[in-house]
């Protein structure tokens, strides 16, 4: 990123002429915007240059680094000393850049005066005090953009006027709650429905400029009564930065640098919804207003309750049955979205064009549950050979696998006993595990030594996987380094005996190779081919080919060791001695 630092910036104060000579460089001028600007004019008067007739000056408003529709260029070329750019519903509360350029040429001075005039909007607010004392159960925090308390309700008459003075606007106080992460719900102060009339807008303010609710959507969902709105009509927008103050026929919902979103209630409409995905940081305005094409004199004295639901929320509908709300954070910033299954498709996951059917999702989780049966062979071997603490994981392993490939299906075929990331977790625990003691095992390593790195396996595996879940390293790592133990121990081994180890051509030709071969498959298929598309049958055989070369892989019993359920039986008995000393008897 280049950043570029004006240095000399001179303040445009109102109503204050400021003049300025451009010869080479531009100028650069900013003036403040207050809250309530109706409307902003910049006018370049007394314009003269010395070599060309009339203002040869180009007048840009906004920041630069900006795209072009956030800019305002005014050129002033004719022959008239004064030239004037209006700006309504310029953003609130902050600085606008000015940059003024000479199109006269380089060696050609050119002299004006810069002018900046705004126009104030008298806002008109319920009494934010009288709504407190008749709400006092409210528990949630005001917004910080509610506009001042000025007369009560009452006191307003049909053409808008307090004390003999002009409003523009009617504003609501709304109330904020944080519900949750980037789930944020909004409420007009005592009350749901907003009072719209045709005098005058009425303004809700949105406070979205925390700096962590852009990467939620904001939905606006709007509500009226049929017959309150016979021959009428009530039409919003939704803005950013500054409120639209001034509706016309079109409703083209346009402030000085940003496009609104309209919406429109009628008796044939009588709700209305909208959904703005990301909205920036920024304080959002909702602008309502009753209009009567047909009969304007109707709309007079008529008046109109409007209800409204204004919230956002990280994913729409929380995705659906064939979606799931993941929430990101990338460099300081939190984004929210849905991740769809089943070939779902669209924003909330509500595109079928390319869905599976039912028989499919339930053929795909068939074959992702019931392919971890396989691990039965690993189970039965490893308790005839008396393994049972690997016998333990990798009934552990397929226990969790099975009811997380259930429990991870969308739609019909779905079924959670615990938590969904519960169950990922441990799904993911357990394979990485199951590959660390099969590994081990076939180093044949004293019973104290291996049982040790076992649970310290387990414990880095715990940890890493709480690091980063679906880091390839989670697993390769220790994996890589309890195949270098098995190395070590196995070339140990053939140094001691002067005999290649495994001694027996059997063991490497119908064991290790084929046990070898699959679990070189399984790597291959779950690092290179496995795609969302193809995800059922390929993690399906990736499960099957995993548990098939545990099954392989295991070593043989040791000589001279009968199966667990064979063992000799224990021969304790008890004794009772007395001691007469102590007068204490001892059990032996």
């Known amino acids: 990123m280049l950043v570029v630092r004006v240095v000399e910036v001179s303040i445009l104060e109102p109503d204050v002429p400021l003049p300025q000579t451009l010869l080479s460089h531009p100028s650069y001028l900013k003036v403040f915007v207050p809250e309530y600007t109706q409307e902003l004019r910049l006018e370049l008067q007394g314009c003269a240059s010395n070599g060309s007739l009339g203002c040869p000056v180009r007048l840009t408003v906004g920041s630069a680094t900006l795209p072009g529709n956030f800019q305002k260029v005014l050129t002033c070329t004719g022959p008239t000393q004064a030239c004037r750019l209006l700006l309504p519903s310029p953003p609130w509360d902050r600085w606008l850049q000015v940059t003024a350029k000479s199109l006269a040429g380089p060696r050609v001075s ?38 001042p308390p000025t007369p009560s309700y009452q ?43 045709s005098d005058m807008p009425s303004v809700m303010r949105l406070n979205l400029n925390t700096g ?63 959904i703005i995905p990301y909205p920036e940081t920024d304080n959002w305005y909702l602008s309502l207003q009753l209009m009567c094409p047909e009969r304007p004199e109707e709309c007079e004295q008529a008046s109109v309750l409007v209800e409204t639901t204004l919230y956002l929320v ?3 509908n929380d995705c659906g049955p064939y979606g799931q709300c993941l929430l990101l954070r990338r460099h300081g910033y939190l984004y929210a979205g849905c991740s769809c299954k089943a070939g779902w498709r669209g924003w909330s996951c509500t595109d079928n064009s390319t869905a599976q059917t039912a028989a499919q999702q339930k053929a795909a989780a068939l074959l ?104 390839a390293w989670n697993t390769m790592g220790p994996c890589l380094f309890a195949i270098v133990v098995m190395v070590t121990m196995w070339v140990y081994r053939c140094g001691r005996r002067r005999h290649c180890y495994p001694p027996s051509w059997q063991r490497w030709v119908f064991y290790l190779l084929p046990g070898i071969s699959m679990a070189a498959v399984a790597i291959t298929i779950y690092t290179s081919m496995m795609t969302s598309d193809n995800y059922y049958y390929t993690h399906s055989i990736w499960h099957m080919l995993l548990a098939g070369s545990a099954a392989f892989l295991l070593p043989p019993r040791e000589q001279h060791t009968k199966p667990w359920a064979c063992s000799q039986k224990l021969t304790c008995h008890y004794e009772i001695c007395k001691n007469h000393r102590d007068e204490l008897y001892t059990v032996t």
């Open 212 to 274: 962590m609710d852009s990467g939620g959507s904001l939905t606006v969902s709007m509500r009226v009564n049929k017959t309150a709105i016979a021959n009428t009509s009530v039409v919003a927008c939704v803005t950013a930065a500054s409120p639209l103050l001034s509706f016309n026929a079109s409703l083209s919902c346009t402030t000085a640098f940003f496009q609104g979103h309209p919406l429109s209630l009628s008796a044939s409409s009588p709700t209305a919804n909208l």
């Open 368 to 471: 992702l549950t019931l392919s971890n049966l396989v691990f039965l062979a690993p189970i039965a071997i490893s308790v005839h050979r008396s393994l049972l603490v690997e016998a333990s994981v990798y009934a552990y392993t397929m226990f969790f696998s099975t009811f997380y490939h259930a429990c991870n299906q969308p739609g019909e075929a779905v079924l959670c006993i615990l938590n969904y990331d519960t169950l990922q977790y441990c799904d993911f625990l357990g394979s990485g595990v199951s590959i660390w003691v099969t590994v081990l095992c076939m180093a044949r390593l004293k019973a104290s030594l291996k049982y040790v790195l076992f649970l310290l396996g387990a414990l880095v595996f715990a940890m890493s996987l709480q690091l980063d879940r679906r880091a």
């Open 110 to 147: 050119v002299a004006f005066s810069a002018v900046a005039a705004l126009t104030a909007c008298r806002p008109w607010s319920v009494n934010f005090q009288h709504l407190l004392q008749s709400s006092p159960n409210q528990s949630s925090n005001a917004s910080t953009g509610l506009l």
């Open 155 to 197: 006191d307003l008459d049909r053409r808008g006027r307090v004390g003999g003075g002009p409003f523009c606007l009617r504003s609501f106080p709304v109330l904020r709650e944080d519900v949750d992460v980037v789930s944020v719900r909004f409420q007009p102060l005592d009350r749901v429905s907003v009072l719209v009339q």
């Open 314 to 316: 990280p994913c729409l």
